[in-house]
């Protein structure tokens, strides 16, 4: 036979783009529409049905970045629809791009009844087939912020955003679906994507071809709702062939990743929320075996305040088995720098909430895209009554691929849980033949495993799970040449994969994503706000609850809640890691000082409740005696002192260039850095020979794309060491405390550090203050340390990971920027140095050969960064400013702690 497969393919491919698409619509009748742009923020529904409406004309230009216009529709059933599926459809000026980066809308009835949200890819809402038509369109013009890649955007902050309309409205029409159309597209979409992945070799890609052809053969291109009945007919063997008996499982669940603030703010995720969860509850109608999962807590609760009708129909959905919650967490938080505590919090306030108003216990953790997962997860995990784990984010992995798919993953102290990503390398899912062909190809559980986790549908305001995919979920439940696509519950998927492989392969640690290693420093005031409120929360339940043991004062139960939920917030993903617009950040910095002054104001309060003015109380639950404010004083562990000084260790002595205690001694040269840093009860010099430590290094930080996430291992190759002191002032002279200042300025820049030496305190502090306008660069804080480690210890949630210093491998030499909790410890037998921070976590730690013999190992601290999208950072001459996102602040950073 004459080979034409590829004219074939190619004539199909263009019948099925240019007729029967388009053709899926039979008949269209345009709706009268008239608008109310809504002055400033969105408001309620009540409001709109309130207001004044004007005409509007499709085709007109609607929606300044980040407005909301209401449009009001009207239109009547043309009586000849009697019976069909008539629909109003609506193009508010969608484009190719990614659906949730665009215009969206809710939809209500005329009365303000929400029905269903309206996306790029998602477009249409069931009205009945005869009669008048009213419905309100609350259209949200969020710009797409990433349309230009990575170029820096003023659009991410309404104050520069500008007011030029960013949309046109389309389309608004009732229509008739021709639903024999509609399925002839599905059939030949999901044929022919199927084809197009066998190899030619096989008689199965031919047979479809073939098939394929028959039907174009039949169709007529001029009247394809008159034919698509034939052309059907001359694909339902094709589409009947069953699997192949050692096909593949998909086990396919409904879902949505909405990020709760992101190129967005929070405002906008409640709405995104409101018209996903209205469309899903829509679908869920429509297809009885339509599973949906979702996660985040939070994101219901904000339904079920705003939009309390979508929240009955997901109560609904759970009740009948067709919404699964899933995660039981508060948000998907990132997953390396939250504390420990708040990582149980995040389960407990999730798990709390899902079973409140469900009766759902959730045995999932669902994090398929945070930024790494630290070690202690699995403990955390499983003693939140965890069964298993979901992410997908490691198939981002630069360098290493992880050998397993589905494996036992193993914490820092043993604790395992069973554990996937899915091969099909994607939690929005379309069921296209590429994905699919891909998660078989790739799932590397093969001859063990069958099967995998397919999350489908549009996420972030996108529209979620849309028919069509649920369409062709069905015709690929059994189709020979594809895997066997089952919709169904996460947990029917974690049951079946654990009890088929109960010996699947272990990771032991963390997992550790080999991009997006900048999240650990960019937008420092979002790590500062969450290390303190982390800190605070512990303290204000601490005392608070002392004071209710010892005085009866009423504990503040629900403000801690509030607050507690606050920080869970902000701990999402692309919050905390500072990877948001401006909105999100300025706003959320306004945020974490609201909660920081009630938080001390309630742990004022439960203190001044103790009766104790003139007490020093110490949260810590280990005993300390050192300076608080002009005594020196010595506290019990988790306990109270009278404010009396204690006896007095050896006071500090102040030279110029000079920091003694006795304990510790500092020397500085005259460019102000650290020219020895001697452990005065060892005898031992912490600083490797021949060099100087407290070197602030300045590099270029320009990474190939995603700015504020990562930084590329190539920024090490251009540095500027910053050596040149401004001054050097001796600003305490003792005895109780010295500090000697130094300070500089580069570019446009200023840092100024004070160094501090506290009597009877063997730690030296360093608290740094950045007057920071650079551009794509970043700081880090080096100490070459005379240390010979062949890995240091990084402290995580629960306790810490080694990680090594040398780069053997590549899984070693893609951890060239890593994150630790507060402390940072380089150690060899017998004697150790630890680097101590109150409010950073990314750092880098290499080794040098030392002359005579051994290793040093230098730690650098990376204090600060400067990208430029998705958020703008300030430049030099900038003056009309909201709140400029690099404004000076302070990182103590404490050092060093000798350890025995
Ligand atoms: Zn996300």
New binding site residues.
């Given amino acids: 036979m004459h080979d034409n497969r590829r004219i074939v393919e190619e004539r199909i491919a263009r019948a099925l783009r240019e007729r029967i698409q388009p053709a899926r619509y039979a008949a269209a009748v345009p709706l009268r529409v008239e608008a109310w742009p809504v002055p400033g923020e969105p408001v309620p529904v009540a409001d709109a049905l309130a207001a004044g409406y004007t005409p509007f004309t499709v085709g007109d230009a609607w929606g300044p970045p980040w407005s909301t216009t209401w449009f009001r529709v009207h239109g009547t059933v043309p009586p000849a629809w009697a019976g069909r599926r008539v629909e109003a459809v609506f193009d508010l000026g969608f484009g190719p791009g990614w659906p949730g980066n665009q215009a969206e809308a809710l939809v209500y009835d005329h009365s303000g009844h929400p029905l269903k949200g309206v996306a790029p890819r998602n477009q249409y809402v069931p009205v009945p087939s005869e009669g008048e038509v009213q419905l309100l369109v609350e259209a949200a013009a969020n710009p797409d912020i990433l349309a230009n890649g990575f170029l820096p955007t003023p659009l991410g902050d309404l104050a520069t955003a500008g007011d030029a309309p960013l949309y046109r409205l389309l389309r608004a029409d009732l229509a008739v679906l021709d639903e024999e159309v509609w399925h002839l597209t599905l059939d030949i979409e999901v044929l022919g994507e199927l084809m197009l992945e066998l190899s030619t070799g096989e008689p199965r890609r031919h047979e479809i071809l073939r098939a394929l052809e028959r039907a174009i053969d039949v169709l007529d291109l001029r009247d394809v709702a008159g034919t698509a009945v034939r052309a059907r007919k001359e694909l339902s063997d094709a589409l009947s062939r069953p699997a192949h008996r050692s096909a593949h499982i998909l086990s396919a669940t409904g879902h949505s990743?909405i990020?709760s603030a992101?190129l967005w703010p929070l405002r906008e995720t409640i709405r995104k929320s409101s018209r996903t969860f209205a469309s899903v509850t829509a679908l869920a109608a429509e297809y009885p075996e339509f599973v949906f999962a979702a996660s985040q807590a939070q994101q219901y609760a904000w339904v079920k305040e705003h939009q309390p009708e979508v929240y009955a129909r997901i109560a609904a959905a759970v009740e009948s088995g067709q919404w699964v919650p899933v995660g039981g967490m508060w948000v998907?938080s990132d997953a390396n720098l939250p504390g420990g505590e708040a990582l149980a919090r995040q389960l407990v306030h999730g798990k709390r909430f899902f079973l409140d108003e469900f009766g759902v216990e959730c045995e999932e953790v669902w994090l398929p895209?945070s930024f790494g997962y630290t070690a202690a997860f699995p403990q955390i995990a499983r003693l939140a009554g965890m069964r298993w784990f979901l992410t997908q984010k490691l198939s981002w992995n630069q360098t290493n691929q992880l050998p397993h798919h589905t494996f036992w993953w193993e914490g820092i102290d043993g604790t395992r849980v069973f554990t996937h990503f899915p091969p099909i390398d994607t939690y929005v899912a379309e069921f296209s033949g590429k994905e699919l062909a891909h998660a078989v190809a790739n799932y590397a559980e093969k001859g063990r495993g069958t099967r995998s986790l397919v999350p489908f549908g549009y996420g972030d305001g996108g529209g979620g799970p849309t028919r069509e995919m649920m369409e062709r979920a069905r015709r690929l439940r059994d189709l020979e040449g594809s895997p066997k696509v089952v919709v169904e519950r996460p947990s029917d998927f974690f049951r079946a994969a654990e009890a088929e492989y109960p010996d699947a392969p272990v990771w032991s640690g963390e997992l550790y994503l080999e991009l997006h290693r900048a999240t650990y420093t960019t937008q420092a005031h979002m790590k500062a706000g969450n290390r303190r409120c982390e800190h605070l929360l512990r303290e204000a339940e601490l005392w608070a609850a002392t004071a209710t043991v010892h005085t009866g004062r009423p504990y503040p139960y629900d403000d801690l809640d509030r607050l507690w939920k606050i920080v869970l917030l902000h701990q999402f993903?692309?919050i905390l890691p500072g990877s948001s617009i401006a909105w999100v950040h300025h706003e959320a910095e306004r945020t974490y000082a609201r909660v920081i002054a009630e938080l001390e104001s309630i742990v004022d309060g439960s203190i001044a409740a103790l009766g104790a003015t003139a007490t020093v109380f110490n949260a810590a639950p280990h005993a300390r005696a050192e300076v608080v404010g002009d005594a020196f004083v010595a506290v019990p562990a988790l306990g109270a002192a009278p404010l009396t000084p204690a006896e007095p260790p050896a006071p500090v002595t102040v030279t110029p260039r000079g920091l003694d205690n006795g304990l510790v001694r500092v020397e500085i040269d005259d460019d102000g850095l650290f020219t020895s840093v001697r452990d005065l009860a060892t005898g031992r010099e912490a600083l490797a020979p021949g060099t100087r430590g407290n070197l602030l290094q300045l590099h270029a930080d320009l990474p190939n794309k995603w700015d504020a996430w990562d930084i590329d291992e190539h920024y090490r190759r251009q540095r500027v060491d910053l050596t040149a002191a401004d001054a050097i002032t001796v600003v305490s002279a003792g005895p109780l405390v010295g500090e000697i200042r130094v300070e500089r300025s580069f570019g446009s820049s200023r840092v100024s550090q004070t160094i501090q030496v506290r009597a009877g305190s063997r730690r030296v502090d360093v608290l740094t203050e950045v007057d920071w306008h650079e551009t794509e660069k970043i700081l880090k804080a080096a100490f070459p340390l005379d240390v010979h480690a062949d890995r240091v210890a990084s402290e995580i949630q629960f306790g810490h990971v080694y990680r090594p210093t040398h780069t053997n491998t590549g899984w070693e030499a893609a951890r060239f920027e890593v994150w630790a909790h507060r402390w940072v410890h380089a150690g060899e037998p017998g004697y150790g140095v630890a680097l101590v921070t109150d409010s950073t976590y990314g750092h880098d730690a290499s080794r040098n050969t030392r002359e005579g013999g051994g290793t040093t190992t230098t730690v650098r601290l990376s204090l600060v960064r400067a990208p430029r999208s998705p958020t703008r950072t300030r430049t030099r001459g900038t003056t009309a400013s909201r709140t400029p996102s690099c404004r000076a602040r302070r990182w103590p950073t404490r050092w060093p702690r000798a350890t025995r």
């Fill in positions: 990743h990020d992101w998907e895209d993903h692309d």
